[in-house]
């Protein structure tokens, strides 16, 4: 059965978006992207240097990804907005990952800022994907001023720390008419086929991968857990019940002592 993600009029594969941060040296970018069989990478405009081409992330990235440009170190609209044009000036695309972040704690997203800046982009005809806490209203008013996808956070950015905020991403899965992809937070391939055996439509998963041991196995890992959880999604997954069902008859086999 055909299966396939669409986003900004781009059909997709692969359902595992991935990075190019905190890998050990930029020469392992290329293996790991290639291992994990994503066809979307994401990458701040600060790493993107055409003069010096051994800097340069892009000189990594296998030639068939979408490149995702994210707005890293924007802290409000006005910023994300400048960030996403001298991108796509740059030949990176009109795809933008919004990320408007003013606190320096635990890196959320300002959910305000991004709406602010998710409408002047899509005006502009770039494909948003906004990088969001989750808040059902706030998911509503993306959709409403054209985001092409809801990216909302599983648990602050970096932390490994898995799917926190898990019932209120299935909120938006079950409410928004948007492809969902969980952001931040994912530090295992389990955690990444939890979030897909719910609905979710993609994951990004950046840390879990570039600071493992071997990047590329866990890239790899990552791949076959996105794929088994949106397959037991498609299945249809099992009732949780409170109480014990056996799995077999408990009367009849002896009746007849």
Known sequence: MEDKLIIGGVELESRLFTGT???PSKEVIRETLEASNSQVVTMALRRV???NPEENVINYIPDNFTLLPNTSGARTAEEVVRIARIAKAAGCGNWIKIEAISDNKYLMPDNQETIKATEILAKEGFVVLPYVSPDLMVAKRLEEVGAAAVMPLGAPIGSNRGLKTKELIRILIDEINLPIIVDAGIG???HAAEA???GADAVLVNTAIA???DPVKMAQA???AVQAGRIAYLAGLGAVKDYASASSPL???LKGE
Do not use: L, R, V
């Open 211 to 213: 600071t493992a041991s």
């Open 21 to 23: 941060g905190k890998f």
């Open 251 to 253: 009367t009849g086999f």
């Open 49 to 51: 240097d055409f003069d």
């Open 196 to 198: 897909m055996e719910m």
């Open 222 to 224: 990552f791949d076959y």
């Open 188 to 190: 295992k391939p389990s």
